[in-house]
T-cell receptor
Framework: AQSVTQPDIHITVSEGASLELRCNYS??????LFWYVQSPGQGLQLLLK??????LVQGIKGFEAEFKRSQSSFNLRKPSVHWSDAAEYFC???????????FGTGTQLKVEL | DAGVTQSPTHLIKTRGQQVTLRCSPK?????VSWYQQALGQGPQFIFQ???????QRGNFPDRFSGHQFPNYSSELNVNALLLGDSALYLC??????????????FGQGTRLTVV
């Protein structure tokens, strides 16, 4: 069965520091991968997506992610975190048929000023 | 473009009652999916509607049902509410005619509390 693992439940970084959020997936076919961000009480906003081609994808708000097939990973990175980046981040994989998404359990990001 | 809109934003119901949540998709989108997000969890897929029919279903009991209207808007109905149904219910719309995995746009969600 398809699954997504986000091993870090909580991460705290200082403003201006770099960030990497981990995501591992289990999916038999070529994965379509996504990172979403959710602010408190809000819906999900797409940060970036990977379908094919260049394994380093750029997203909004200065985020990027790298797809590594050999490691079944799709880690999210940002060189310099801003206080407004504090939110919950979800990795997701498209699992066939329409646009059904399987999500990880999320990583809560706290930014210290 | 108003994006995906959901109503109501918050709802409190009693165990055993029934609830209806509503979703209007983003303009140009004809597919609506519903997700349940329990506290501290990622969203879980409930079902998807396209051309007014349920096309896919996640691991949810028959108490969860839905409908899609000719204007592509959708309703999620939950019967015989349980305390465990308390969650944020998210609606997502997408243009299914595009290739698989096309971005799904999410609404702000409906926070359902069952007491």
């Amino acid at each position: 069965a398809q699954s997504v693992t986000q091993p870090d439940i909580h991460i705290t970084v200082s403003e201006g520091a770099s960030l990497e959020l981990r995501c591992n997936y289990s999916y038999g076919a070529t994965p379509y991968l996504f990172w979403y961000v959710q602010s408190p009480g809000q819906g999900l906003q797409l940060l970036l997506k990977y379908f094919s081609g260049d394994t380093l994808v750029q997203g909004i708000k200065g985020f990027e992610a790298e797809f590594k097939r050999s490691q079944s990973s799709f880690n999210l990175r940002k060189p310099s975190v801003h206080w407004s980046d504090a939110a919950e981040y979800f990795c997701a994989v498209f699992t066939g048929g329409g646009n059904k998404l399987t999500f990880g359990t999320g990583t809560q990001l706290k930014v210290e000023l | 473009d108003a994006g995906v809109t959901q109503s109501p934003t918050h709802l409190i119901k009693t165990r055993g009652q029934q609830v209806t949540l509503r979703c209007s998709p983003k303009s140009g989108h004809d597919t609506v999916s519903w997700y349940q997000q329990a506290l501290g969890q990622g969203p879980q897929f409930i079902f998807q509607y396209y051309e007014e029919e349920e096309r896919q279903r996640g691991n949810f009991p028959d108490r969860f049902s839905g409908h899609q209207f000719p204007n592509y808007s959708s309703e999620l109905n939950v019967n015989a509410l349980l305390l465990g149904d308390s969650a944020l219910y998210l609606c997502a719309s997408s243009p299914i005619r595009d290739r698989p995995g096309t971005e799904a746009f999410f609404g702000q969600g409906t926070r359902l509390t069952v007491v």
